[in-house]
Nanobody, 121 residues
Framework: QVQLVESGGGLVQAGGTLRLSCAAS????????MAWFRQAPGKEREFVAG????????YYAASVKGRFTISRDNAKNTVYLQMNSLKPEDTAVYYC??????????????WGQGTQVTVSS
């Protein structure tokens, strides 16, 4: 069982940066592939970025590649999403997830409550 708590969301102007954090409980955090998803109003939840258990492999949606960076610190039971060059279309609730297979097709069983990111134009 893993419990996930996101933080770091907020309001930022277009072109700005934010860093999201996801703190996980449990001693087995390092075993889980992790990912960030987002859901904008009226839209389906979409995969943003993923990372395997040791950070050796990362995955990104085409819309964020080159702007966002996912990383993890297993000693701190935390996964991060560094978001640069933010655009208004990045506005969404961002969710952290833990699963059994890394990447956009992974089976994510554990979810956080989400953190709001709003990018103004």
């Amino acid at each position: 069982q893993v419990q996930l708590v996101e933080s770091g969301g907020g309001l930022v102007q277009a072109g700005g940066t934010l860093r999201l954090s996801c703190a996980a409980s449990g001693r087995t955090f390092s075993q889980y592939p992790m990912a960030w998803f987002r859901q904008a109003p009226g839209k389906e939840r979409e995969f943003v970025a993923g990372i395997n258990w040791n950070g050796g492999n990362t995955y990104y949606a085409a819309s964020v590649k080159g702007r966002f960076t996912i990383s993890r610190d297993n000693a701190k039971n935390t996964v991060y999403l560094q978001m640069n060059s933010l655009k208004p279309e990045d506005t969404a609730v961002y969710y952290c997830a833990a699963g059994s297979i890394a990447g956009p097709e992974g089976n994510y069983n554990y979810w956080g409550q989400g953190t709001q990111v709003t990018v103004s134009s």
